[in-house]
């Protein structure tokens, strides 16, 4: 089961920006670079919205609606890390955003990381 921690998360004000970690380990059969990976985030109270994905190699991205064109996920797959630069980042109330690993039927989460945006 591949271990993921994710970090970076704090409150910011409406058009700040905000740059989240994951960083993945216990790896035993595949390495970091086998999963393709997830941002996730969670309102109070509502269901878990993907945000954004990267292949396992990190030449192709896809995102939400709601966040094209102001976040940006990328990876090291040298340092077992991913990344999700969040830039104006609009009023809303706290979220918590979770890191996703996949590879096959196998499918690994963090505890995640809340980011509120208020001024």
């Known amino acids: 089961q591949v271990h993921l921690v994710e970090s970076g998360g704090g409150v910011v004000q409406p058009g700040g920006s905000l740059t989240l970690s994951c960083a993945a380990s216990g790896f035993t059969d595949f390495t970091f670079s086998d999963y393709a990976m997830n941002w996730y985030r969670q309102a109070p109270g509502r269901q878990r919205e993907f945000v954004a994905a990267?292949?396992?190699?990190?030449?192709?991205?896809i995102y939400g609606d709601s966040v094209k064109g102001r976040f940006t996920i990328y990876r090291d797959n040298a340092k077992n890390e991913m990344y999700l630069q969040m830039d104006s980042l609009r009023l809303e109330g706290p979220g918590v955003y979770y890191c996703?690993?996949?590879?096959?039927?196998?499918?690994?989460w963090g505890q995640g990381t809340q980011v509120t945006v208020s001024s």
């Open positions: 990267i292949t396992r190699a990190g030449d192709n991205t």
């Open positions: 996703d690993a996949v590879h096959g039927s196998k499918e690994s």
